[in-house]
Structure formats: C-alpha cells, structure tokens
C-alpha cells in the first residue's frame, strides 16, 4: 500500500488493519443491540420456508403453499443449519 512505508512496524501495519474492522463490529453489535438486525419481508419468507424445510414439509411457506418465488439455496442452508445445530434461523 502507498502510504505504508516499509519501516512501518508489523504491529502498526496489524493495527492499522484490525482497529477499524473491530470498530465496525462494535458499532454493528451496538446499534442493533435493542431491536435486532431487522427482517424485510423476503427474510420472513426464507426462514419460514427453512422452518418448513427442517420439519419435513418441503419448500412450502408458513401457510403450507408451495413456493416458486424464491431462490431455494437461501432456505436450504438455513434449513441444514438448523438441522444440524438445532438453532432456529432468525
């Protein structure tokens, strides 16, 4: 990098690094502290769509519909997860 010069010491070039990577997840974890991250509706449908996939209904949303709109990638990962490590996907 240009404005690091060679006798810069690793420890500094390290730090230059870390702290503004470890600042951005301070203030992340700060701000959705209170209420959580948010969910958009898209968010709903892929976690109910993994809910479903982890029961053993398929790729159906929370009203048992077929799904055909979204992506099955997403749910499917989601669905794996919370097979594998019994943790819910919100």
């Known amino acids: ?28 974890l700060v701000a959705t502290a209170s209420y959580g991250a948010g969910l958009s509706p898209d968010s709903v449908g ?5 809910r479903q996939l982890a029961a053993g209904n398929g790729y159906v949303d929370r009203y048992g519909q077929d799904v055909a709109v979204w992506p099955p990638l997403y749910p499917t990962v989601l669905g794996v997860i919370k097979l594998l490590f019994s943790v819910d996907p919100l």
């Open 1 to 28: 990098m240009p404005f690091i010069h060679n006798s810069t010491s690793p420890l500094a070039r390290f730090m230059l690094f870390v702290v503004p990577v470890v600042l951005g997840i301070i203030i992340v």
């Open 46 to 50: 892929y976690i109910s769509i993994a």
